[in-house]
Every structure is written in C-alpha cells, then in structure tokens.
C-alpha cells in the first residue's frame, strides 16, 4: 500500500502558473506510472498528464495539457510535479494524483480505473 498527499493548488489569475506536487509514502517499487488527473463539478474525471518513472520516462498528455503543462518524477523522493503555465478559467478543478505500481503509464494512461492510488486532491482556482 502507498499514500499519495497533494498540495500546491491555489487561486490564480487566468494567465498565472501554479507547480503542483504529489508525494508518495511507501513503496513504489523499480517501474512506476503516476498521473494527474481532474475533475470539475458536474464533470466526469479526466486524465491530465502521466510520466513512466524508473524506466525511460515516458510521458503523456492530455490535448488541452500539451504545450502549457509539464510533468515529471522524481524516482528518488517518490514525487509526480505538474508544472502548469498558462492557466486558463476552464482549467478550474480538483487535481488529484494517481499512481499504479510496477507498471508503466503505456496508450491507456488516461484510463482512471487502472489506477490503483489515489489521493486526496488540490484545488485550482483560475479567474478571468
């Protein structure tokens, strides 16, 4: 069992950037995928971006994500960053990390129900 614990959502003025992070307790083991994902209210969970950790490092974004959102994994402190530039109103929601051990992220990162670990979720707040 792993514990994922997020912070670093705020509220920020369309435009502004926020780095939001995600640690993990416990082990995650030599091959890792963890993700960010969100959701707004009313809104189904979608999938953000994903990085491959302790392998080549892969990573996968969502269209919106691509070119504004960046992130990455620190393999040795057990930490997903998402560095967000850019921010825009509809970016607005809960983000929460994701984590599957032993495996990597591959085509299917976006697929909620393959991820094992959840935590809690920070908010973001973008206003016009």
């Known amino acids: 069992q792993i514990h994922l614990a997020e912070s670093g959502g705020d509220s920020v003025q369309a435009g502004g950037s926020l780095r939001l992070s995600c640690q993990a307790s416990g082990s995650l083991y030599s091959t890792n995928c963890m993700a960010w994902f969100r959701q707004a209210p009313g809104k189904e969970r979608e999938g953000v971006a994903a990085v491959t950790g302790g392998g080549g490092g892969a990573t996968y974004y969502s269209a919106t994500a691509r070119g504004r959102f960046t992130i990455s994994q620190d393999y040795y402190q057990k930490t997903a960053t998402l560095q967000m530039n850019g921010l825009r109103p509809d970016d607005t929601a809960m983000y929460y990390c994701?984590?599957?051990?032993?495996?990597?992220?591959?085509?299917?990162?976006?697929?909620?129900?393959?991820?094992?670990?959840w935590g809690q979720g920070t908010q973001v707040t973008v206003s016009s």
């Open positions: 994701a984590a599957i051990p032993r495996r990597v992220c591959g085509g299917q990162w976006s697929a909620a129900d393959r991820y094992n670990y």
